[in-house]
């Protein structure tokens, strides 16, 4: 019976141990990388220099720690009424330690689904972005899922 008593209390101890832990390793994983994220204040409403032209808007990732991360980043956008316009993934990327920039042309690889319609349409009849006020959100996340920046 004592033998039985000793057991569980070690098997708890373990799991209290671990419990404790893991979700504090976890959290220093994912505060090692931060992001900073530029759009020129006046962009382009033409799609096709947001195709071509590297300069409009960049992504720089900072992985502060010494191991490689493979992230995935994905991006969302809104209109200033809460409006979901699109949304994307990148491919699996490699954040080695210091920083990585991505920029406007190389981040998403038209990876887009569209949510708005009548944005879409209005995008491919005209080829412009529409005016107004959009909001990007970027989610950066981990080969294990685990989100590391926002």
Same mark, same amino acid.
């Given at each position: 019976?004592?033998?039985?008593?000793?057991?569980?209390?070690?098997? #708890?101890? &373990?799991?209290?141990?671990?419990?404790?832990?893991?979700?504090?390793?976890?959290?220093?994983?994912?505060?090692?990388?931060?992001?900073?994220?530029?759009?020129?204040?006046?962009?382009?409403?033409?799609?096709?220099?947001?195709?071509?032209?590297?300069? &409009?808007?960049?992504? #720089?990732?900072?992985?502060?720690?010494? %191991?490689?991360?493979?992230?995935?980043?994905?991006?969302?956008?809104?209109?200033?009424?809460?409006?979901?316009? &699109?949304?994307?993934?990148?491919?699996?990327?490699?954040?080695?330690?210091?920083?990585?920039?991505?920029?406007?042309?190389?981040?998403?690889?038209?990876?887009?689904?569209?949510?708005?319609?009548? %944005?879409?349409?209005? %995008? %491919?009849? #005209?080829?412009? &972005?529409?005016?107004?006020?959009?909001?990007?959100?970027?989610?950066?996340?981990?080969?294990?899922?685990?989100?590391?920046?926002?």
């Amino acid at each position: 019976m004592k033998v039985k008593t000793r057991f569980s209390r070690f098997v #708890t101890l &373990i799991l209290i141990f671990f419990s404790a832990t893991i979700p504090d390793a976890l959290a220093q994983m994912s505060s090692n990388v931060r992001t900073e994220f530029f759009v020129q204040p006046f962009p382009s409403p033409y799609v096709s220099d947001w195709q071509t032209n590297p300069s &409009i808007a960049s992504l #720089t990732v900072f992985n502060g720690s010494n %191991i490689p991360k493979e992230a995935v980043i994905a991006l969302s956008v809104t209109t200033n009424d809460g409006r979901q316009v &699109i949304s994307g993934t990148s491919s699996p990327t490699v954040l080695l330690h210091g920083s990585t920039v991505l920029n406007n042309t190389s981040l998403l690889h038209g990876n887009l689904k569209y949510y708005d319609t009548g %944005i879409k349409n209005q %995008i %491919i009849q #005209t080829g412009r &972005i529409p005016e107004g006020t959009y909001t990007a959100c970027i989610r950066i996340t981990g080969a294990e899922g685990i989100q590391l920046a926002t």
